[in-house]
C-alpha cells in the first residue's frame, strides 16, 4: 500500500527558488541551509566512517549554498553569509574548502572574527 508509505521530507536546499530573490531572501535562505545541514555536517566531521550519505548531503548543501552566496551583490550580506558556510565546512572537517571561502571574506571585521573562531584558516 502506497498510500502509507512514508517519503523522506526533502532537504531545504533541493528546492528549487522561485523566481529571483533579493539579498535579504538570499542571506535568510543560506542561514536556514546551513543550520538545516549543521547535524549532517557534524556526523561528517566526527567520524572517518562517515556515512556516503551524509556526506552527499552535506556536499550538497554546502554548494547550493555557495551558489546562493555569488549572487548576493551586498558586500556585508555576502562576507555574513559566506561566514556561515565557512562554519559549516568546518564542523565538517572539510579545512579546504573552508580556507578558500575564508579568503573571499573582504569585510575585516568577519575575517579576524572567522581567525579567532579557526585560527587554523588563516594559514
Not at 542571506?27 to 566526527?46: D, K, L, Q, S, Y
Not at 555574513?80 to 574548502?97: F, P, Q, W
Request: include cysteine.
Amino acid at each position: 500500500m502506497k498510500w502509507f508509505a512514508r517519503r523522506q521530507p526533502a532537504d531545504i536546499w533541493d528546492e528549487p527558488i522561485q523566481g529571483p530573490i533579493g539579498d535579504i531572501d538570499a542571506a535568510e535562505r543560506i542561514r536556514n541551509i546551513c543550520e538545516a545541514a549543521r547535524a549532517g555536517a557534524e556526523a561528517v566531521g566526527g567520524s572517518a566512517q562517515a556515512d556516503k550519505r551524509e556526506r552527499e548531503r552535506f556536499e550538497r548543501a554546502a554548494r547550493v549554498a555557495m551558489e546562493i552566496a555569488m549572487k548576493i551583490a551586498d558586500d556585508l550580506m555576502r562576507d555574513d553569509a559566506v561566514r556561515r558556510i565557512v562554519d559549516l565546512c568546518v564542523k565538517a572537517n572539510d579545512i579546504k574548502t573552508a580556507q578558500i571561502l575564508f579568503r573571499a571574506i573582504q569585510a575585516g571585521w568577519i575575517r579576524e572574527a572567522v581567525q579567532h573562531d579557526y585560527p587554523a584558516l588563516a594559514q
